[in-house]
């Protein structure tokens, strides 16, 4: 502690919190290898000990969560594991018109269904699950994104964004894989009304060799994107989009060829009231490959956030083209379409219920396959005492696919005791 005051003299003035935290899990899986038909149960006893340091300053934040788990299997104690999961996000205002950040995720599992994932800074409400089917064996992932942002006037800025992401798998069959990409991103407000963004970005992507061998699908990639905005008023705006990218492998084989896609959108955002807002777009996209049919689809995407006295939902729903490149099944191009709905209640001052549905449909276009994925997740949380929380969680996992031994049904249910304390309040 006398070193973070050292580090950061305006501590007594900042707002900050420091606090530790262990919970002990019980978890029942009935089907822990993800097999089709030959599921295979076992109860998994997880000790995790952890910490979360929040600091801030009106120029300064730094947000650090780290977790260490140890699981212990009753059936399968081969599987024993232990693991590391890091959140880090740092922010510094060196004055009013420049600015660095860093942001890094870093974890260490032999979770089967990642949902850690890939978009973990893009998109972070809903995404596609990384799926390890068979044999467990650990990965780590890794992603580190640091940015500079540059301000001209009052809400114009550039904003300059490398990202690296790393995956490396005990498995064989599974490829190491590397991403680094680069991007810019120009925000530029005319007046009150009229607003333009341009986003470019470079992507360099490359896969290690596997036992057995798998098709090379190492590729370049590029992507711009403008948008125009008209703001009718403080809560009520409307856009139009256009965005391309192209992919260009280093090997083109059959499942995985050179390609241009355009997205064109048209769409609009309303705060209705002051704790509910609904946005939509809707559109067209277009893919150009090599020696293929043009691929075409409607693109549209619906989001709705809403919080009523103890009652919170956000519903997601979105339709278009997507790739999956970053996964541990790489599967490439695909058509996709996905709905999402979380919702939240108070049941009691210290009891709230929590309850999450996703499912999605994609079509991999290169690869005549087609996926259908549900996953169904319910908690039960109560606060025994202010340091003392109960949980129980009840998740449901699903996919049915055209390829033969890629399907499977995993239930699961979880009973958590936590305790943690904010050490911050002992200074306060």
């Known amino acids: 502690m006398a070193i973070f005051i050292i580090l950061c003299p305006s501590l007594a003035q900042a707002r900050w919190s420091l606090t530790p935290r262990l919970y002990v899990q019980e978890q029942y899986d009935d089907n822990i290898f993800l097999d089709e038909t030959n599921e295979q149960d076992d109860f998994i006893t997880t000790v995790s000990p952890g910490v979360d340091l929040k600091y801030e300053t009106p120029t300064e934040m730094i947000d650090l969560d780290y977790e260490f788990q140890k699981s212990f299997f009753s059936d399968f104690s081969e599987l024993d594991f232990s693991g590391h999961r890091v959140r880090a996000e740092a922010r510094k205002d060196f004055g009013p018109r420049f600015s660095a950040s860093i942001r890094e995720f870093f974890i260490r599992s032999e979770e089967p269904i990642e949902v850690t994932g890939i978009p973990v800074f893009e998109r972070p409400t809903i995404e596609r699950p990384s799926i390890r089917i068979g044999k467990r064996e650990s990965y780590t992932r890794n992603i580190v994104q640091p940015g500079l942002t540059f301000r001209f006037g009052e809400t114009r800025s550039i904003r300059l964004r490398y990202r690296n992401n790393t995956l490396r798998n005990k498995r064989d069959d599974i490829a190491d894989r590397e991403q680094n990409a680069t991007n810019a991103l120009l925000t530029f407000p005319f007046n009150i009304h009229n607003t333009i963004e341009v986003f470019y970005e470079h992507i ?6 596997t036992t057995p061998p798998q098709p090379p699908r190492d590729f370049d990639g590029d ?22 990218y192209e992919r260009d492998f280093d090997q083109e084989t059959t499942g995985f060829v050179d390609y ?26 277009l893919r150009d490959a090599d020696d293929r049919d043009d691929e075409e689809a409607f693109s549209g995407r619906l989001d709705f956030s809403g919080q009523y006295k103890r009652l919170g ?11 999956d490149f970053l996964t541990a099944e790489t599967l490439g191009f695909n058509e996709f379409s996905r709905i999402g709905f979380n919702g939240r209640y108070q049941l009691l001052e210290r009891l709230s219920a929590q309850g999450f549905f996703y499912f999605e449909r994609d079509r991999f276009v290169d690869l005549n396959r087609r996926d259908k994925i549900w996953n ?31 399907s499977y049904i995993d239930n699961r249910c979880f009973f958590r005791v936590t305790t943690q304390y904010d050490i911050a309040e002992l200074f306060q």
């Open 376 to 406: 169904i997740r319910a908690r039960l949380s109560y606060e025994l005492l202010r340091w003392l929380f109960l949980s129980f969680d009840y998740e449901y996992n699903k996919r049915d696919s055209n390829i033969s031994d890629e």
């Open 204 to 209: 360099n992507q490359d896969y290690d060799p």
């Open 260 to 285: 241009k896609v355009h997205d064109r959108r048209l769409g609009f955002s309303r705060d209705l009231y002051e704790n509910l807002s609904v946005s939509a777009s809707v559109g067209h996209v």
């Open 313 to 323: 939902a956000d519903v997601y729903g979105e339709t278009g083209f997507d790739e």
């Open 223 to 244: 992507e711009i994107r403008g948008r125009y905005t008209y703001h009718f008023d403080p809560i009520t705006s409307a856009f139009i989009e256009y965005r391309y």
